[in-house]
Nanobody, 120 residues
Framework: VQVMESGGGLVQFGGSLGLSCAAS????????MAWYRQSPGKERDLVAR???????NYADSVGGRFTISRDNAKNTVYLQMNSLKPEDTAVYYC???????????????WGQGTQVTVSS
């Protein structure tokens, strides 16, 4: 099983950016999907999480600006980021709780991370 992000890059203050993350391999079920971010010298923090199709929760700092969604047919999770601020600058990581076909219990899989930089 592999998880790989795409998107990211440089955007100006107030701009928008979209991230996507797709899982591939022998997957029985994807239980949960989430986005985390990590800035230099800081811990990796939860940005948004989605369970099922509509059960979502967001970090207070991004609520109302970011939207997480998923496409189950494509094993993909998205993060739409609007009204971006310099403090949103970080490496963004995709996280999925996946049950592989080789087992019956979910395990956490992480993407390699993608840089998002917001200029002031």
């Amino acid at each position: 099983v592999q998880v790989m992000e795409s998107g990211g890059g440089l955007v100006q203050f107030g701009g928008s950016l979209g991230l996507s993350c797709a899982a591939s391999g022998r997957i029985r079920q994807i239980v949960g999907m989430a986005w985390y971010r990590q800035s230099p010298g800081k811990e990796r923090d939860l940005v948004a999480r989605i369970r099922g199709d509509t059960n979502t929760n967001y970090a207070d700092s991004v609520g109302g600006r970011f939207t997480i969604s998923r496409d189950n047919a494509k094993n993909t999770v998205y993060l739409q980021m609007n009204s971006l601020k310099p403090e949103d600058t970080a490496v963004y990581y995709c996280n999925m709780d996946i049950v592989p076909t080789s087992g019956w219990h979910p395990a956490a899989y992480w993407g390699q991370g993608t840089q998002v930089t917001v200029s002031s």
